[in-house]
């Protein structure tokens, strides 16, 4: 279905407000999804991978586009015309499913993350963050386990709802800690039991002391 297109590093393929009759699927490389609130402030929501799909919401619903998707790197895509994406659907009803599963999935990633911002401190929500994205995009290396995403702390703090300042805080109290190592839009987590332990996610070893509120 539909054709394919390649796009360069940070090219918006959709953008936030705009109406839009295509659906995109992911065929190759990464895609952030960002949005901007009323008062001007950018965040990342989610990053996109092969296989996603990127600006059905829209073309279910009939409305604006809620979010601008950027090409984080060489990204390869399948554009498909919206009546042709619906009628697909209603003509395979086990996609349709597949398309409900997957929204069910970005559904349950943002109810997590709220539940963390209501329920922990910033370094907590931070720590959480990073073993979600290495439980998704994570490669494993000499050093460790890189995130597998090139994200900016900017974009950290936008997931977490951080400022920056704060956000390279933790890094350091993280790297300190001998858990994460940090480098330009790179963060490799080289102590991953200690980590999930930081995260109140399993029990501290000895001498690794408690997260601190930031």
Known sequence: MGVVRTYPTDYVIVRQGDSGNLVFVVMHGLVKVTARTENGRQSLLAVRVR????????????????????????????????????????RHPSAALTLSTLMGDR????????????????????????????????????????????LTQIELGGLIGAKESTVQKILRDLSVRGLVRTGHR????????????????????????PAKPY
Not at 120 to 126: E, H, I, K, P, R
Not at 186 to 209: H, K, S
Request: proline share 7%; hydrophobic share 45%.
């Open 107 to 150: 559904l349950r990633w943002a109810n997590q993350r709220r539940l963390e911002f209501a329920g922990y401190d910033s370094g907590v929500c931070l720590a959480r963050l990073l073993l979600a994205v290495v439980a998704r995009h994570g490669r494993p290396g000499p050093e460790g386990t890189d995130l597998g995403v090139p």
């Open 186 to 209: 790179r963060v490799v987590v080289t102590d991953l039991p200690g980590l999930e332990a930081f995260a109140n996610l399993a029990p501290l070893p000895p001498g690794n002391p």
């Open 51 to 90: 296989g996603d799909v990127i600006g059905d919401m829209a073309v279910l619903d009939g409305s604006t586009r809620s979010a601008t998707a950027i090409a984080c790197g060489t990204a390869v895509t399948r554009l498909i015309r919206g009546e042709v994406f619906l009628d697909y659907l209603r």
